[in-house]
């Protein structure tokens, strides 16, 4: 079962000057646009961002460890609570079209080549 995840292009209360952590990224190119995976565990659905402006995608969530009441946690092998990564989108993409999907800590996103950068045929005329 997978979640949608909205896409918006406005700010948010991330800070870009706070230390964070860097999110495993595979980025897969076809003919039709690019395929992006995020690996961004522990992060739950309503504290992923994403964001576009201009030409950058930036792509931010914040670690919830669910910790029972009344108990600390003794260790804790993740220092930094936040990912964060900023990619710049090539000007052939389509960003009003990103697909987001958000499940089991993967996010999915499916940004499609703009119009003018699909491969098309072109058709011969005989005089």
Known sequence: MSENTNVSKKADEFSAG?????????????????????????VPKDKLKLEIE??????????????????????????LQRYRR????????DSEKVEAEFNHGVLRLRIPKAAHAQPRKIEIKVN
């Open 18 to 42: 706070e230390a964070t952590l860097l999110p495993p990224v595979d980025v897969i190119e076809d003919a039709s646009g690019i395929t992006l995976y995020a690996d961004m565990p522990g």
């Open 54 to 79: 201009s030409d950058s995608l930036t792509i931010e969530g914040e670690v919830v460890v669910n910790v029972p009441q009344g108990m600390d946690a003794s260790h804790v092998e993740v220092s």
């Open 86 to 93: 900023v990619f710049t989108l090539s000007k052939e993409l």
